[in-house]
């Protein structure tokens, strides 16, 4: 059974930093990324990382995120640098096995406080 667990959400003020992991198991994970989905939005993906660590990145967020992926076990994390209020939304990890088959995880909250 393929589980996504998160973790690192959280209150913090414009400026500041937060970072979200996500750990996975149960599959092989090909490619692994975060969305973000604030309130009365689309869920955007907003960075992705690859077996080979090719990253990728919304416009919204280059130059202020960071994707990294673990070299042992499936985890993933995001490190949020400069933050601002319009980055406040749930934050969902994805993972794509090799079939490129989705898994989400929970979701966990980002508040961004100006």
């Known amino acids: 059974q393929v589980q996504l667990v998160e973790s690192g959400g959280g209150l913090v003020q414009a400026g500041g930093s937060l970072r979200l992991s996500c750990v996975g198991s149960g599959s092989i994970f090909r490619i692994m990324g975060w969305y973000r989905q604030a309130p009365g939005k689309q869920r955007e993906l907003i960075a992705t990382?690859?077996?080979?660590?090719?990253?990728n990145y919304a416009e919204s967020v280059k130059g202020r995120f960071t994707i990294s992926r673990g070299n042992v076990k499936d985890t993933v994390w995001l490190q949020m640098n400069s933050l601002k209020p319009e980055d406040t939304a749930v934050y969902y990890c994805?993972?794509?096995?090799?079939?490129?088959?989705?898994?989400w995880g929970q979701g966990t909250q980002v508040t961004v406080s100006s």
């Open positions: 990382v690859t077996e080979g660590g090719i990253t």
């Open positions: 994805n993972f794509r096995n090799q079939f490129m088959k989705p898994y």
